[in-house]
C-alpha cells in the first residue's frame, strides 16, 4: 500500500501500475500497426476487438458503431458465443448501458451487471450468454463525439479501473483509424456511385429506342392483325386461302401483344434496377413508395416473367399461393426486383428436372407477419458463403456473378420492416423465407 507518510508506493503497486503502463503501451502499438494495415472499417474494427480482448484477458467483445438515419447501435463485430447471432443486428441508441455511454461519452466499469438499471438482459435472453462483468467505452477520438461503443465482457481477471483506461486509449486509438477507413470508403463509393450513375444514364439512353420501337410496333401489329382477319372474312367458302392465313398468323397473333408488354415491361425494368443500383452504391436510394396490393400478384408476375428461362434449363417453376392471402401495403417494382434476383439466383443453382417454388403463407395469429418462400432443389449453399450472403462480403457461386442479388433482397425487405432467413442444405437445396408485418413501417421509424 501507499505509505501516507512519505507518499511512496508500495513495491507491490509499483509493479502493478508498471504492468498497467505495459499493457497501455502494448495497446497503443498494436492499434497503430492496425491503422496502416486495416484499411477497410470492418477490418479496423475486427483487429480493435480482438486487440482489446486480448490485452484485458476477456472472453468476448462488441463493438457498435452508430447508425445516424436510424439513430441505432449497430453491432458491427462481435467475438463470442453469441457473435453469429448479433453481427448486423442493431439497438436503438437510447438503450442499454452501450446507449449510455454513447450518449454520455463516459466510460463504465461493472463487476457485477445486474446491479445496473441501464443493463438490458434482452441480448443475454436471445443469445443464451451470460455477462457477469463488463466494461464499456465510447469509441471517439479524444475532444471528438463518440462514434461508437466498445464492450469487453467476462474477464479471466477482475476488471481494475487501470484496465477501463487502457481500453479508453485504444478506442481512442481506434476511432481515429475507423473514422480514417470511413472517409476512405466515402470516398470510393462517391467514386464507384458517379461511375454507376454514368453506367445508368447510357442504359437509360439506349433503352430508350427499345421503349419507343416496342410503343410503335405495337400499334402497327395491331393494325395488321386487324386488316389481316378483316381479309380473311372476305374469302369465300370455296377457297382455302383464308384458312392458310389464319393458320400462318396464329403463332404470332396470339402472342405478340403478351411478347411486346413483357418486353416494355422488362425495358422498363432494366432502368429501374440500374437507377436503385446506382442510388445504392452512392447511398441516396428515395424511400419506397407503399401502396395497397396483393404480394401474390408480384410472385405471379416474377414467375411469369422467368418461367421460360426455366423451361429453357429443364426446371419447373410454378407458384403455391395462398388464395386467403391478405393485401398489404408495398412497393411493387422493389418487391418485384427482392423476388426476382431469388428466384434468378435459384435457377443457375438448381440441376435439370429441378424444381423452383414461390410460396406465400398468410399469418397464422392476427397481425401476424406474411410469409414469402422461394424454394429450390439446387446444390445448396455452402456454410461459409450462407454466413455471408447478406453483408458487404457476399459472393456469387455463378460465373460472372456479382453477389449483389441477394444484398438487393435484403435491403428490399428491411425497407418494408420485415426479415429474410436462408436455409439450406448442401446437396439438397435452398428456401429464402422472407417474412414482412402486415402493415409496413411508416417512413418516420427506424425500421
Known sequence: MENVETGKLSPEEMQGQLEHRERQIEAIRRTSDALFSHPSVEAMVQATLEIALEVLRADSGTVYLYNRPTDTLVFRYVIGPMATQLIGKSIPASQGVAGTVFRTGTPVLIGDVSQRKDFNPTVDDDTGYKTKSMMTVPVKRTGGSPIGVMQVMNPTVPFTQHDLEVLEVLCAQAATGIEHAQLLEAQRNAEIGNRVGEIAHDIKNMMTPIETGILTLQPVLNDMFEQVAATVGKCAPEHTWGAEVNDATAGVGSLHTWLLDDLLAAARRVGRRTAYIAGMVKGTLPPPIFEEGNLNDVASDVVKTLVRTAQDKGLSLKTDLDDAFPNTLFDYDRFFDCLYN????????????????????????????????????????????????????????????????????????REHGGDIKPVSVVGKGSTFIISVPPVPPSPESPG
Not at 434468378?344 to 417454388?357: I, K, M, S
Not at 449453399?381 to 455471408?388: A, G, R
Open 342 to 413: 431469388l428466384v434468378n439466383n435459384a435457377l443457375p443453382e438448381t440441376p435439370p428436372g429441378g424444381r423452383v417454388t414461390v410460396r406465400t403463407r398468410g399469418p397464422n395469429t392476427p397481425g401476424g407477419s406474411l410469409t414469402i418462400e422461394v424454394e429450390d432443389t439446387g446444390r445448396g449453399i455452402p456454410e461459409d458463403i450462407l454466413d455471408k450472403l447478406f453483408t458487404k462480403d457476399a459472393i456469387s457461386t455463378k460465373v460472372g456473378g456479382t453477389g449483389l442479388g441477394t444484398s438487393v433482397a435484403a435491403r428490399v425487405v
